[in-house]
């Protein structure tokens, strides 16, 4: 019994202990399953992410160090009428610093900042204070960028950007203005045909390192330069011109001065000085006064330069002749309860007497015989209160008031040119009339070939006769001897006119204006000049102004090689210079 009982509980046990280590069997297979199982899914995984999603890892790989970066076009060309330069774009690059890869410490640090003209201490100072990338100033020529390339300094970024250049520096500055840096025209030429000049930029994509260097180039577009543009300026005459109203400025201690030159042929303006002047490479500091383009911004009363165009319509309109005599004694008219004046009082007067004398009475009482509507209708066909004939920046219409709003004393002073505004530009254009045979042609900027028709304002008769006047003008008995030059015929007006203030007209301020054209005889150029408050004793336009015309005339035409006449000379005056207004 005893024995039985000791076999049963031994198989008891035998089975228990076999019970027990299949459970530890099933166990261990369930804990290797799992791990098989962790393996094969970490091996998955790897398989995948090589062989699967590798573009995309790659993709974000590039990504990391990848950058687009800006490819500048070069601004076009401004060039005279023969080609000269007169504002080109200059390649160059701009240094940026990335200071969390800089290393100041670096050996060549010392050389790096001595090539771009540094002390290494307060380069260091500056590159250690800044929290972001960030340029330094100035641009660097394109040898300097190598030098500065092969120090192999860590966190430099160079970009390539243009720097616009002016080679003739003031003598076309108030014309052709300027651009920002971005090269974008801010005033002048450079504005007004801004989206001509401008490229169009182009772009890269590149790989760079953990230094910032660029060690490869995906993809680019290039960039397209702007395009060339040729004016009908001549720099020859420019510099003339420039130098003749900057000497007038300091002669006559002026608040400023400017000039134009016109082929009346064509309309081709071929000089457009202004003075003060500004250095256009050198624009930290503009003053205001000295970038404005006097010869299309300024509006002024032009004075008798405008009692030609009042006497031409009398003359098409059959009221007088150069002949009819017209009594200006005794040198003072009262219209409307206000007096006009001569200079000097004169007497009876023929119509050619009365321009050549620059009689205010005798135009007044030529005006007060026509219509206001058929003055006012000459003067806008002139462009006189009208869109300025060439389309910059700043240019001004002037101002004419409608003929309805006339009273006899608006027409009577209106005659002699007060009461009204122009531009010197403007009646640069209006002259070209008396040049030509009556027509008006429009100015341009831009080169034109072959001579050009104009619009009829006056009968071919009428400018023939107001020209034969205008050169009695400039002789001993005119208010303009100093207009002539030796070797040519001269014909022209001068105008003086008093500076509008509040209440009235300055006593003490003037604008000197002369506007003529050479040779008489066969007209070619119109050179038109405007001295603003000359200070220096004189400031009638015959003293002033007409010296000026006589000296951009006399050196243009000897740089164009016109052959003088040895005839012709220089016929001084004994009278005093003046003139009505």
Known sequence: MSQSRAQATTAAVKAGQILTWRATAGRSRFVLFCLMAALLAVLIRAFVLQHLHVEQWQKRAEN???????LPAARGRLLDRHGAVIAVSIPENRLGIVPTLFR???PKFPEFARLLNQKPADLKRRILSAKRFFYLPGGLSLDLTDR??????PGIEVEQEFHRHYPLGETFANLIGFTDVDERGQEGLERAFDSALRGRAGVERVLVDR??????????QSANPGGDLQLSLDANLQAITHMAVSQALQTHR??????????????EILAMANAPSFNPNARARLDPNRVRNRAVADSFEPGSTLKPFVIAAALDAGQIRPATKIQTAPGAMTISGRTIRDAHAHGLLTVTEILQKSSNIGTAKIALDLSSQL????????????????????AVSGR??????????????ISYGHGIAVSLVQVARAYTVFARQGDLVDLTLQPVKGPVEGETIFSPQTAREIRQMLELATGPGGTAPKAQIPGFRVAGKTGTAHKPEAGGYSKSRYIASFVGFVPADVPRYVIAVMVDE????????GDVAAPVFAQIASESLRRLQMSPDPRIRVVPSTAPIGEGT
């Open 148 to 153: 500065i390339r092969a120090l192999g300094l």
């Open 64 to 70: 990391r160090y990848e950058r687009i970066r800006e």
């Open 375 to 394: 003055i006012y209708d000459r003067y806008r066909s002139l462009g006189f209160g009208a869109a300025s004939p060439v389309s910059l920046p700043g």
């Open 104 to 106: 100041v410490e670096h």
């Open 400 to 413: 004419l008031r409608p003929w309805q709003s006339w009273v006899p004393i608006d027409k009577a002073t």
């Open 534 to 541: 000359p200070s220096a004793g004189k400031h009638y336009g």
């Open 254 to 267: 002026a608040k400023g001065a400017a000039a134009v030159m016109v082929d009346i042929r064509t309309g």
């Open 211 to 220: 230094r910032n260097q660029v060690f490869g180039q995906k993809q680019a």
